[in-house]
């Protein structure tokens, strides 16, 4: 029989990547399936995507419900033989009750391996087995100073999740783990005698923790919706996005500087290319591709901005992976594929690989290694027509740029006799948001002047 059934795993997103979220499945128990058929469909903290049936027959076990987190190489479900699946449909209808029983009683097996309780005493112990501790866990837990182990896990076995982490940040746990430091205090009162009024001060300094502890005031988000209110789960996507954004914002000294940009002359070549780009190569040469292709060249002069802190050290790179934020789900997600060596494209490779990343991004086509690696990020909020924004970095980068609406506005530019008169041009405002502890404002202010520079200028010899 086992040569006759096929096992689903929870399948390795990434190296990063240490858990999954089964968002839907595709199937019921009881159904036919094909061998590469989309069985049902995962989400991480980078990446949506489906996976495809590793074999075909019936469906006869789902062990992982929609909505639970659990780990890569974690069984999900598996296929009997088709053949198989005849034998059981002719008995009695009585049988068919039973069958949702196997869902029950596959989950009470697989709740023998948790060793619950011991894994409660293991959750912070990386080493165990199935009871470890993934680097995204570890990481939270590492930067909010809360040991893993003192957190209720409520994944399979009671492993801890990124979600357990980040509850625990928000209830005010980490209050709890600051306390830990002045353990020592019990142990100076021993000799209290010798010290008794030098060790009185030190306690008023704990009080500085409560202050951490107020960034947790949202905690209280379990309320019953009003009327007028609807509730709806949180996505691993937007949990992952909300976790980032606020490590990045924890993490770096963001710093937004603008600057205004005459597209004239880009307007002017990319009305020129249109045709020939969309009827020879179906793709269409657009405005991001000749600000991201004009800003690689621009990196190399100002590495910085394309280098990232790590420890005590600065780290510069001769390539350029170039980051795309891609907005899903009619604005309710978001994700950045990386175009890889970007510095090695021409304007007509440029605006291909910008093309394929959105469409593989809104499709749910994207690879794991799409979204690896970014170097520097561009985001583009001016296609839904804004002027202005300040974006926030993607770490461990340490600048990303922020292109907004070309706009047609009034403009003091000097004629062939050097006079000064008001024209209409097309006008676009960029942005560089930039980590300070490694760029300080002149260094990006230079990197924004040079690739205003290189836009206003453009001539065919840029393709």
């Known amino acids: 029989m086992a040569s006759d059934s096929a096992d689903v795993v929870m399948p390795q997103m990434g190296v990063s990547v240490s858990e999954g979220t089964v968002t839907r499945w595709l199937k019921k128990v009881g159904d036919p399936v094909t061998a590469d058929e989309t069985l049902l469909e995962i989400s991480t903290d980078k990446v949506d995507t489906e996976v495809p049936a590793p074999g075909s027959g019936v469906l006869s076990e789902i062990l992982v419900a929609e909505g639970e987190t659990v780990a890569v190489g974690t069984l999900l479900a598996r296929i009997g033989a088709a053949v198989a699946a005849a034998p059981e449909a002719p008995t009695p209808e009585p049988v068919a009750a039973p069958e949702p029983e196997p869902v029950v009683e596959t989950v009470a097996v697989e709740a023998p391996p948790p060793a619950a309780p011991a894994t409660h005493e293991t959750n912070g112990h990386a080493e165990e087995g ?10 939270i837990a590492a930067e909010h100073g809360i040991d893993p182990a003192s957190v209720t896990g409520s994944g399979r076995g009671g492993r801890v999740t990124k979600g357990d982490m980040l509850a625990a940040v928000e209830a005010g746990q980490q209050p709890a783990a600051a306390p830990a430091p002045p353990a020592p205090g019990p142990v100076a009162p021993t000799p209290e005698p010798v010290a008794a009024q030098p060790v ?108 990232e802190l790590r420890g005590e050290s600065i780290v510069t790179k001769s390539h350029v992976n170039l980051g795309f934020a891609v907005a899903l789900e009619q604005g309710k997600g978001l994700i950045v594929p990386v175009l890889q060596h970007a510095e090695g494209l021409n304007l007509l490779g440029m605006a291909r690989g910008i093309a394929d990343l959105a469409e593989r991004a809104r499709t749910k086509k994207l690879l794991p290694d799409d979204v690896q ?16 924004g300040t974006p926030v970095i993607s770490q461990p980068q340490t600048g990303i740029l922020g292109t907004y609406a070309v706009v047609k506005r009034p403009w003091v530019v000097q004629d062939e006799l050097g006079n000064d008169v008001i024209a209409i041009r097309p006008l676009m405002n960029l942005t560089l948001t930039y980590d ?16 205003r520079n290189r836009l206003e200028s453009w001539t065919e010899a840029d393709y």
Do not use: C
Request: negative net charge.
């Open 200 to 307: 009185e001060p030190p306690p008023p300094v704990a009080p500085p923790a409560p202050p951490v502890a107020s960034p947790s005031a949202p905690a209280p988000a379990a309320a019953a919706p009003e009327e007028g209110e609807t509730l709806e789960p949180i996505t691993a996507m937007r949990r992952g996005i909300a976790e980032h954004m606020r490590r990045s914002l924890d993490t770096a000294a963001h710093v937004t500087s603008a600057i205004e940009v005459d597209m004239s002359k880009v307007v002017q070549i990319r009305e020129k290319l249109k045709g020939e780009f969309v009827s020879s190569y179906g793709v269409n040469p657009t405005y991001l591709a000749f600000i991201a292709r004009a800003a690689v060249e621009t990196l190399r002069e100002w590495p910085w901005v394309n280098a």
């Open 373 to 388: 690696g970014g170097t520097f990020t561009i985001t583009n909020p001016g296609s839904f027509g804004t002027f202005m």
């Open 436 to 451: 300070h502890r490694l760029v300080d404002g002149a260094y990006g202010a230079q990197f924004l002047r040079d690739l």
């Open 130 to 139: 199935h009871t470890f501790v993934s680097p995204v866990v570890a990481r």
